[in-house]
């Protein structure tokens, strides 16, 4: 068999099996599920590896998957990745009703990709001619929300980070793979388009809690230390330092009160903030972190108050791998012409996929078939073959280039590949930052 008959094959499964990839993804989204609890979404892609027929390990931080596929050779490892969790956003029209959670972040639709690309791989007799291995792994946990609750795994001693690809590097998971590609749905493109960009921001999270003194806001206001205020004043000395930032290092600093007193007729006492300090690099990041804690720090100094910050590792930014994109963007004209493929700026946006991308190569571009913003009320899917079955083509396509001819293409990828810190250099750096 030669590349392109292989190329051919994958494409033909797929499609043999297309209606059930979007049936898939139409059920994750009418189920929708928050990090670390996605158990329901985590048996239905456990369902569908049994239906391909494909082995798996299950439960890896705590709701997350790994079904490998040997080829004739495991000297490379490829990794294809989706993520299993929602986002929040109670105005959604599909929002679960209780947890506000809806996949207004695609994640449904990037495990649809994940498996079909997995049809298209193992429902052949490719993988025999693949000169390396292939693992499809579903991971928990992307979307940095809910962090009292994360707290409280970390506190058991479920996790020690908050992102579940943080989590996968810290257990061992991706120890053995060499190089890993997903793609993720871009917003207010609905257009048959794929996007891919160089890279996107990194961030540092922050939980920040004030504390005052509560007394009779209408009789005794005077015995008070009011929180909020002191709160208020340390959001104020954030935006005071936003003129400092450069504009290169593309800052980008967004608090929320979580919680801004007990009642109206009580001087705050317990005033509770959560934000990100995000950049393009880590250096850039810490230098705003700095001026952030300052500014935080100053309004509790002014008022009387006591302020506790506690730093969070957050995630790195994504350095694409250009030779991956490369590939990929070949595979994608092939099925879409030149006009399916656009350069992107790098993304405002975060993602864990940074932290693997800097470890090793790997790619994340962006594919449309979708309306309405970014974790917003009006995101929806509108064209499921575009946003499920295409980019799984493109990505199977991509796989038999990287591993065809003695996996010369992934060898030149990881050859040429410069990580930026070694496993053991990355969980020192996030728990050397990990502080209160």
């Known amino acids: 068999m030669d590349k392109e008959t292989a190329k051919q094959k994958a494409m033909e499964a797929i499609d043999a099996k297309a209606d059930r990839i979007i049936e898939f993804a139409e059920d994750i989204w009418a189920n929708p599920e928050l990090g670390f609890k996605e158990f329901r979404t985590a048996d239905k892609v456990m369902e569908f590896f049994e239906e391909i027929g494909l082995d798996y390990e299950s439960g890896i931080a705590r709701t997350g998957i790994r079904a490998d596929v040997s080829g004739k050779s495991d000297d490379i490892r490829v990794a294809i990745l989706g993520e299993l969790d929602a986002v929040t956003c109670s105005d959604h029209p599909n929002a679960d009703p209780e947890t506000g959670a809806v996949h207004a972040c695609g994640h449904h639709g990037q495990l649809a990709v994940m498996l079909g690309t997995a049809v298209g791989l193992?429902?052949?007799?490719?993988?025999?001619?693949?000169?390396?291995?292939?693992?499809?792994?579903?991971?928990?946990?992307?979307?940095?929300?809910?962090?009292?609750?994360?707290?409280?795994?970390?506190?058991?001693?479920?996790?020690?980070?908050?992102?579940?690809?943080?989590?996968?590097?810290?257990?061992?998971?991706?120890?053995?793979?060499?190089?890993?590609?997903?793609?993720?749905?871009?917003?207010?493109?609905?257009?048959?388009?794929?996007?891919?960009?160089?890279?996107?921001?990194?961030?540092?999270?922050?939980?920040?809690?004030?504390?005052?003194?509560?007394?009779?806001?209408?009789?005794?206001?005077?015995?008070?230390?009011?929180?909020?205020?002191?709160?208020?004043?340390?959001?104020?000395?954030?935006?005071?330092?936003?003129?400092?930032?450069?504009?290169?290092?593309?800052i980008r600093v967004h608090p929320i009160i979580t919680k801004g007193g007990d009642l109206v007729n009580i001087v705050p006492a317990d005033v509770s903030l959560e934000t990100y300090v995000r950049g393009r690099s880590i250096e850039a990041i810490l230098d705003a972190n700095d001026k952030v804690n300052r500014a935080l720090e100053g309004g509790a100094h002014a008022i009387g108050a006591e302020v506790k910050i506690r730093e969070i590792p957050g995630y790195l930014p994504l350095k694409s791998d250009l030779n991956l994109n490369d590939l990929y963007s070949d595979n994608v004209r092939a099925l879409l012409g030149d006009e399916g493929v656009e350069e992107a700026e790098a993304s405002g946006g975060s993602t864990d996929m940074g932290d693997i991308s800097q470890i090793m190569p790997a790619i994340h571009p962006f594919v449309g078939g979708v309306e309405g913003k970014a974790h917003a009320r009006d995101y929806r899917v509108v064209d499921p073959e575009m946003a499920y079955v295409v980019p799984a083509k493109a990505m199977a396509a991509m796989v038999i280039d990287l591993l065809w001819d003695d996996a010369s293409a992934a060898k030149k990828v990881k050859d040429e590949y410069e990580p930026t810190y070694t496993k053991e250099e990355y969980l020192k750096m996030w728990r050397g930052l990990a502080k209160s």
Request: proline fraction near 2%; hydrophobic fraction near 40%.
């Open 122 to 250: 193992t429902q052949t007799d490719i993988a025999d001619d693949l000169a390396g291995a292939l693992s499809f792994i579903a991971v928990p946990a992307e979307e940095f929300i809910q962090l009292e609750y994360r707290e409280g795994l970390q506190e058991e001693g479920e996790i020690e980070f908050f992102g579940g690809k943080q989590e996968l590097i810290r257990l061992g998971v991706m120890d053995d793979v060499d190089m890993a590609a997903m793609v993720h749905h871009q917003a207010e493109t609905p257009q048959r388009v794929i996007k891919v960009a160089k890279g996107s921001n990194g961030f540092l999270g922050k939980t920040v809690r004030y504390e005052g003194q509560e007394a009779h806001a209408g009789a005794a206001p005077h015995y008070g230390v009011n929180a909020l205020n002191a709160a208020m004043l340390g959001l104020m000395g954030i935006h005071a330092q936003r003129e400092t930032f450069k504009d290169e290092d593309a």
